[in-house]
C-alpha cells in the first residue's frame, strides 16, 4: 500500500510537469537537497534527501513542491503507568515520504519560505524500557522494540534561505527551517529543526 502512494505520487508529479520538454530532468525538479535534523526536544540526529520543483523561480513570488524523504528520531516521555508495569524510555525512529506544500519570497539571493507538509509513514520502530511489577517479590526490566507506522500527517514549516551562485547553471542552496509534523493515526506529534545544504538548477 505505502510502496502504491509512493508511486501515485511520483507519477502525479511526473504528469504535472510533462508538458515540459527540453530538459526532462530540470523540468521535473530543479532543486536537490540533502538535510539534517534535530527535534526541538530530546530527540537524535536524523536525516533525509529531497527533490523540488520551483515554480516561477526568477519571480518575487515563487512556488515549492516536491519529493522529500525525511529520517527522524525522537526521545519521548514516560507512558502512563499501569497497575502492574510502567512504560519509560521511549524511543521512536521512522520515516515520512513528505510533499511540501510552499510559498517562497525571493529578495536576490536571499529567500523566505512559508507553508506545509503533507505526510505518509513509510516505517518506523518504537523501543521503550518496560517494568513488570506483576511478580511483587521481583520487579523484571525489558527493553521492547516493535515496529511503529507514523501514519499520515500534516505540518507547517517556516524557513530563510539563501542561493549562492556557483556558475552559469547551478545555484549552491543553504536553507534552515524549523516545522512540525502531526501525525493522526498514532496521536503523535514532532517539532525539529532542519538544515538543507543542495543545489538549484537554473
Known amino acids: 500500500m505505502k510502496l502504491k502512494l509512493v508511486t501515485i505520487a511520483i507519477l502525479l508529479l511526473n504528469g504535472a ?7 526532462p530532468l530540470k523540468n521535473l525538479f530543479n532543486e536537490f537537497h540533502a538535510s539534517v535534523n534535530h527535534p526541538l526536544g530530546n530527540g537524535f540526529l536524523g536525516g533525509g534527501l529531497g527533490a523540488n520543483r520551483i515554480f516561477r523561480p526568477d519571480k518575487v513570488f515563487s512556488f515549492r513542491t516536491g519529493l522529500d524523504f ?23 525512529a521512522y ?21 506545509g507538509n503533507l505526510g505518509v509513514g513509510i516505517a518506523g520502530q518504537q523501543r521503550a524500557t518496560v517494568t513488570d511489577f506483576s511478580n511483587y517479590q521481583s520487579f523484571v526490566v525489558t527493553n521492547t522494540k516493535d515496529s511503529w507506522s507514523s501514519g499520515f500527517s500534516i505540518g507547517p514549516m517556516f524557513g530563510v534561505g539563501t542561493l549562492i551562485p556557483l556558475n552559469e547553471k547551478m545555484d549552491l542552496l543553504i536553507r534552515p527551517d524549523i516545522g512540525a509534523s502531526v501525525h493522526f ?4 506529534s514532532n517539532f525539529y529543526a532542519r538544515l538543507c545544504i543542495g543545489i538549484h538548477l537554473k
Open 95 to 115: 520515516a515520512d515520504l513528505i510533499i511540501p506544500i510552499v510559498m517562497r519570497f525571493n529578495i536576490k539571493y536571499v529567500f523566505i519560505e512559508l507553508g
Open 17 to 23: 510537469f510533462a508538458q515540459e520538454k527540453e530538459q
Open 70 to 92: 525525511q529520517f527522524f528520531h525522537v526521545w519521548g516521555n514516560a507512558a502512563d503507568p499501569s497497575h502492574y508495569s510502567s512504560t519509560k524510555d521511549v524511543r521512536w
Open 185 to 188: 493515526r498514532q496521536e503523535f
